[in-house]
């Protein structure tokens, strides 16, 4: 669901911008900051899951994916309600902190869902996971390019992503299904 929101984002920033006189490239530097910016995150989320399986730790993903989300939501409500008021630099720093939460939220929801469905195969089950956010990403991009939507895209995003939210924060637990089963295995 993310996935395809985040990459929806996308869309919405540049249908958000445009008006504001910002141009093709301005734009495509907010959307390189988002990426990689997401992608750093990212990256640094999975070595630390990483480090805690290879130390037999149970991983932390409850935490890292209630702190990234929580940054990702924030720095969307923080642009929306900003946006006509702030820079070009506020609005990339804003993008910045949105694709370090969104986008470092999905290696952690992929491994969280692959944990949760054990012993399915990994890669059917993050086929089926990419597809449906794929899916959910095109339908949002056609839904957020209606007339109707320019002004408050963010808004949308916002509403279609708070009830995820607020179930990822107050009662989603990751079930270490593959982990526990690893861990009973002999050496």
């Excluded at 408050?152 to 982990?179: A, E, Q, S």
Aim: proline share 3%.
């Amino acid at each position: 669901m993310f996935i395809g929101a985040a990459w929806a984002y996308m869309v919405v920033v540049a249908i958000l911008l445009e008006p504001f006189g910002y141009t093709q490239k301005q734009i495509g530097y907010v959307s390189i900051v988002y990426c990689a910016t997401g992608t750093i995150g990212g990256t640094m989320a999975s070595l630390f899951i990483d480090y805690q399986l290879k130390m037999n730790i149970k991983p932390h993903y409850d935490i890292l994916n209630k702190a990234f989300m929580t940054i990702g939501m924030v720095g969307i409500l923080i642009k929306v309600l900003l946006i006509d008021i702030i820079n070009e630099t506020w609005i990339i720093i804003f993008s910045g902190a949105i694709g370090f939460g969104l986008n470092s939220f999905l290696p952690l929801a992929i491994q969280c869902y692959v944990e949760k469905m054990f012993p399915c195969f990994e890669l059917v089950l993050t086929t089926v996971m990419m597809q449906v956010s794929n899916l959910l990403g095109f339908i949002l991009n056609y839904i957020l390019f209606l007339e109707v939507f320019h002004d408050c895209g963010l808004w949308v995003i916002l509403i279609i992503l708070g009830p995820f939210y607020l179930y990822i924060i107050f009662f989603f637990k990751t079930k270490f299904r593959r982990f526990e089963s690893e861990q009973a295995q002999p050496s």
